[in-house]
């Protein structure tokens, strides 16, 4: 399964959209804030999830030897809490860090592999294995982050598109920015352990 995430507002907040061919899926919105930020997933107007500075702890089982930042509570529409997410590094020198989404039971994590000219690449693991694939190219026109999704199981859609989410909202922020104009800039991933995890392989078992 291939999909679009597309950030289609920066200014005064920021707003996505995830599409596959010409139909828009999902939609995710963060308002601008001065108090807790919030990004909501939303289709057909509805809301699906939300992402909230409100974090409950023990939503989810403790990582061993990580320290998780910037953590925010998942919600179900009824505002019930479905899990969190966040960024967990692992305690030591040169260990790897990863976000992490704890929904209704299970666990994905998302890696970021900086490829400089090639772009980002951040694959999507549960229970083991890789499972989706979010690619962000080096070069935003507009101050829009862009990024091609790709699925194996649409199971890992929803999760994938919330990782995606917060992932952009929290590492290139564009929220309150208007800009026109291209930009570029390049991310190195040096640490072994977080390149392994990329395949370059994978897209290919997702393209339809």
């Given at each position: 399964m291939v999909l679009t995430l597309a950030q289609t507002r920066?200014?005064?907040g920021a707003r996505y959209q995830i599409v596959r061919g010409n139909g828009v899926l999902w939609e995710g919105e963060?308002?601008?804030s001065m108090g807790f930020q919030s990004i909501t997933l939303t289709r057909a107007g509805e809301p699906v999830y939300r992402?909230?500075?409100r974090w409950l702890r023990g939503l989810a089982p403790q990582v061993q030897n990580t320290k998780g930042i910037k953590l925010y509570g998942v919600e179900r529409p009824d505002g019930t809490p479905a899990g969190e997410i966040g960024l967990f590094r692992e305690k030591g020198w040169h260990k790897p860090s990863y976000y992490r989404l704890y929904l209704e039971g299970r666990e994905w994590r998302l890696y970021e592999v900086g490829l400089g000219k090639e772009g980002l690449k951040l694959p999507v693991w549960r229970e083991g294995r890789q499972v989706s694939l979010l690619e962000k190219d080096c070069v935003v026109v507009d101050n829009l982050d862009r990024y091609a999704m790709f699925v194996l199981s649409p199971e890992d859609v929803v999760?994938?598109?919330l990782l995606g989410l917060y992932y952009d909202f929290m590492r290139f922020g564009n929220r309150g920015q208007y800009q026109k104009g291209?930009?570029?800039s390049y991310l190195y991933t040096r640490n072994r352990?977080?390149?392994a995890k990329y395949d370059p392989a994978f897209r290919g078992l997702c393209e339809e």
């Amino acid at each position: 399964m291939v999909l679009t995430l597309a950030q289609t507002r920066s200014a005064w907040g920021a707003r996505y959209q995830i599409v596959r061919g010409n139909g828009v899926l999902w939609e995710g919105e963060a308002p601008w804030s001065m108090g807790f930020q919030s990004i909501t997933l939303t289709r057909a107007g509805e809301p699906v999830y939300r992402m909230t500075g409100r974090w409950l702890r023990g939503l989810a089982p403790q990582v061993q030897n990580t320290k998780g930042i910037k953590l925010y509570g998942v919600e179900r529409p009824d505002g019930t809490p479905a899990g969190e997410i966040g960024l967990f590094r692992e305690k030591g020198w040169h260990k790897p860090s990863y976000y992490r989404l704890y929904l209704e039971g299970r666990e994905w994590r998302l890696y970021e592999v900086g490829l400089g000219k090639e772009g980002l690449k951040l694959p999507v693991w549960r229970e083991g294995r890789q499972v989706s694939l979010l690619e962000k190219d080096c070069v935003v026109v507009d101050n829009l982050d862009r990024y091609a999704m790709f699925v194996l199981s649409p199971e890992d859609v929803v999760p994938t598109a919330l990782l995606g989410l917060y992932y952009d909202f929290m590492r290139f922020g564009n929220r309150g920015q208007y800009q026109k104009g291209k930009s570029v800039s390049y991310l190195y991933t040096r640490n072994r352990e977080v390149l392994a995890k990329y395949d370059p392989a994978f897209r290919g078992l997702c393209e339809e």
